[in-house]
């Protein structure tokens, strides 16, 4: 099995630059006879324990362009470029397309961004005490119980870890009970994450300060492709569109999967006269029951008590809990709970033996234009409500999962934590989607790249079609590839790292022989690093500030993985599938002067004809490392240079005696030779005339 180690690994982890500097002298008097000699001592910065490389670029100053070289020991590869029935959340794998609803619903994300959350709310959210075993995301976050608890009981594998995601918290304006809030957690760092730089500190179960992570750190944003709330906001009203649209529904599950049924103005009646409607699949064991129920006031859901009736008998063969969608578009008044009669009945079974859904995580209400809804009594299902300021005064039940703009809770509840959210692990199912299970053969890819930070922090980007990832990656950052694909029946998996000129073929990890689904993923054991092994490039710049003509030397900026599904090598057969993902690169640079004139005469010995002369401006090595990348930087003159021969060898132009020139390492420009009086005047060199 081959995998993409020889992309990016490099024997030796360090870029190390020689420079030879040609200096030019110029001799002010005695035209027929100069002489000069420049040596200098070599600085180096080697970190402990790291195995260098040699790179060496060489200038001349009797030439207008200059050579340069870079050796490096590399693979081809571094060329540029309570008991519960239910089932738990089943997170994706890998990330996914943000606008793709279809796709996303169908891999792990049933609410996009929202789905593996009991509370999300694209507004506020504010508690008045502790919500046990909750997961909370919000773009404001309010707490008014002091030292208030937020978190799952019992985390849930594949699931992220942070307990509570906001853009930022009133804390952040001074109030002090929200900053009092507690992560339910030992964990420091995975739990918390704002959008905000200047976001309140918060503290876990054990007192300890946690770390404030960025928005894009939690996989359920980058998977969704989501960088703020307000994209959030987005998503979530096109999530609720998309259940209340039969198109995009029967577009997206098979039809032996999905039953989509239309209610009528007389099964409202049925209803308010708490009689049951009935949907008939008796031949059938479709597993998801979308259901469009058109009320446009909560009184036609309510019987003469004032009590919501909405039972509904589902006749089929299904042996398992179905998956039911209630869909409300025309509502656009109010609804609320006020006792525990209130209810949401939906049995499933044939007609003789009828069972109820218990767990409210197969039960989803959509609510797409709804602007206000309050619980004081009954919680009737998990809720997606968009437009809506949910408010929860009273519950005689644990939630499941509440998506809305607003969510006020005033009382104290609890959640189900990670088996109360609406993920159906039957919507990732193969078999129930419309390619699956409508068709024997349907063509399908889906590739994305993760980058690990040095920290550990992660962002990921889906290149199903040519992407750049946005993040820029450091010299001890690594990537990790994810790649499916079916209906290839006859292709592999090429990838290239020169703009397609050669391809190297690469096996699946994995292939699954029921849905033929192939999979080729790099090991989290695996350490790829796309900014080592880079070669250096070579430019000069002309002397338009007085500052002297320079030559920089730099690595690449950026460098493209190219991947392709073709029958034979893409070089020669066309693909069937093709794209890219560029990654960006942090700079590293080392510029350097082309000339240094000596032109200054600080002494003149007419006894010994000896003429002391200086640079008039001290030259600069100037290094821009924000790479991260070790190096070892060595400065010397190159006697061979000059026109004669020096009559003194290793004169040090640059320094004293012992004196050590001085090596400053920033991820900023660091000027190396810029003190004259420091470095270049403190003793002339000395030439015969």
């Known amino acids: ?187 420091t760092d995975g739990v918390f994450a704002a959008s905000s730089a200047n976001t309140v500190q918060l503290s876990n179960s054990q007192g300890k300060a946690v770390t404030t992570d960025p928005l894009n750190s939690v996989k359920d944003f980058t998977d969704n492709g989501i960088a703020s709330f307000s994209d959030a906001a987005t998503q979530v009203q096109n999530i609720s569109d998309f259940y209340g649209s039969a198109d995009d529904i029967n577009k997206t599950f098979s039809s032996k999967f999905v039953n989509v049924t239309n209610l009528t103005t007389d099964d409202l009646e049925k209803f308010q006269k708490g009689n049951t409607v009935e949907i008939d699949d008796p031949n059938a064991e479709r597993k998801c029951l979308v259901v469009n129920i058109p009320a446009t006031t909560e009184s036609e859901l309510k019987e003469d008590t004032d009590v919501i009736n909405i039972n509904i008998k589902y006749v089929t063969n299904l042996k398992e809990e179905p998956i039911v969608v209630l869909n409300f578009p025309d509502m656009t008044g109010e609804l609320s709970t006020k006792n525990g009669s209130d209810i949401v009945n939906v049995t499933y079974g044939t007609a003789d033996n009828q069972t109820r859904i218990i767990d409210k995580n197969h039960l989803l209400l959509n609510f797409a234009q709804i602007p206000k809804l309050t619980f004081n009594g009954a919680f009737l299902g998990t809720i997606i409500a968009p437009k809506a300021s949910v408010e929860i005064d009273q519950l005689n039940a644990t939630v499941t999962a509440i998506a809305a703009k607003n969510v006020n809770v005033t009382t104290s509840i609890t959640t189900d934590g990670p088996t109360g959210v609406f993920n159906p692990g039957d919507f990732s199912d193969p078999n129930n989607s419309a390619s699956g299970g409508d068709s024997t053969t349907t063509k399908s890819v889906h590739a ?97 500030d ?65 003429l002391t002369v200086t640079p008039e401006t001290a030259p600069e090595i100037t290094t821009v490392n924000n790479l991260g990348a070790p190096y070892k930087l060595t400065v010397q003159t190159d006697p061979s240079s000059s026109s004669t021969t020096p009559t003194e060898t290793d004169q040090n132009v640059f320094l004293n005696g012992g004196s050590k020139m001085t090596y400053t390492n920033d991820t900023s420009a660091t000027n190396i030779l810029t003190d004259p009086a420091t470095i270049l005047q403190q003793e002339a060199a000395t030439t015969s005339v």
């Open 448 to 544: 994305s790249v993760k980058h690990v930070n040095d920290d550990g922090t992660t962002s990921s980007t889906s290149f199903d079609s040519p992407a750049t990832m946005a993040t820029k990656f450091t010299y001890n950052d690594t990537v990790r590839f994810h790649l499916d694909w079916a209906g290839y029946d006859s292709d592999n998996l090429y990838y290239s790292l020169d703009d397609g000129t050669t391809w190297t073929k690469l096996d699946p990890t994995s292939t699954d022989t029921d849905t033929k689904m192939n999979t080729y993923e790099t090991s989290d054991k695996t350490d790829f690093y796309p900014a080592r092994g880079l070669k250096l490039s070579q430019s000069e710049t002309n002397d338009t």
């Open 1 to 187: 099995m081959q995998d993409l180690k020889k992309i990016f690994m490099i024997v030796g982890t360090a870029i190390s630059v020689g420079i030879v500097l040609a200096l030019s002298l110029s001799i002010l008097v005695n035209p027929n006879s100069s002489r000069a000699a420049a040596t200098s001592e070599s600085v180096s910065k080697t970190p402990e324990n790291v195995s260098m490389q040699t790179s060496t670029s060489s200038m001349s100053s009797s030439s207008n362009s200059s050579a340069a070289s870079s050796k490096s020991s590399s693979s081809a590869a571094s060329s540029s470029s309570s008991k519960k029935t239910s089932t738990k959340s089943t997170a994706a794998t890998y990330p996914l397309e943000n606008h793709d609803l279809s796709y996303l619903t169908t891999h792990g994300y049933a609410l996009g961004v929202a789905s593996n959350f009991n509370i999300f709310a694209t507004g506020t959210y504010s508690q008045s005490s502790s919500v046990g075993n909750a997961r909370v995301a919000a773009n404001k976050f309010v707490s008014k119980g002091w030292m208030s608890k937020i978190g799952w009981t019992d985390s849930s594998s594949g699931i992220d870890s942070h307990a509570l995601v906001v853009d930022h918290l009133s804390a952040d304006a001074g109030d002090t009970t929200t900053a009092s809030t507690i992560i339910a957690s030992d964990k």
């Open 546 to 610: 007085g500052s002297g003509e320079s030559v920089t030397m730099a690595t690449p900026t950026s460098r493209k993985v190219m991947f392709a599904l073709a029958a034979g090598d893409p070089s020669s057969a066309t693909p069937d599938w093709e794209s890219s993902i560029t990654l960006n690169l942090n700079s590293f640079s080392v510029s350097v002067p082309k000339t240094v004139p000596f032109s200054k005469i600080v002494g003149m010995d007419t006894a010994n004809k000896t």
